[in-house]
Nanobody, 124 residues
């Protein structure tokens, strides 16, 4: 059974950094795209970064570009999201998602499998 498990969230001070991890369990070889989405309190979920497993091609939301880096380790397999210079506005539940395809997009409807989420709270 294929499922995702996120970890790495917690309380972080403004200006700090964090690495979120998404472990892929029950993995079968295929062409997948991985996405990170977040949902802030009282707001809709938004896509922030995605990466294609095939060639590592990635895409970022304009709202977070420059502060986020998505990466993958196909040997584990796992997907990571590094966030630097955290701001209170980054406080949200962060979800890892998996979808099929050689290219990634930040569209929720393209992702079939979701993790349970991990929460980042940015506060001093």
């Amino acid at each position: 059974q294929l499922y995702l498990v996120e970890s790495g969230g917690g309380l972080v001070q403004p200006g700090g950094s964090v690495r979120l991890s998404c472990e892929v369990h029950g993995y079968n070889f295929g062409s997948y795209a991985y996405g990170w989405f977040r949902q802030a309190p009282g707001k809709e979920r938004e896509g922030v970064a995605c990466i294609a497993e095939s060639d590592g091609g990635s895409f970022y939301s304009d709202s977070v570009k420059g502060r986020l880096t998505i990466s993958r380790d196909s040997t584990k397999p796992s997907v990571y999201l590094d966030i630097v210079n955290l701001e209170p506005e980054d406080t949200a539940d962060y979800f890892c998602a998996l979808g099929g395809g050689y290219v990634c997009y930040l569209r929720e409807d393209l992702y079939d499998l979701w993790g349970q989420g991990t929460r980042i709270t940015v506060s001093s």
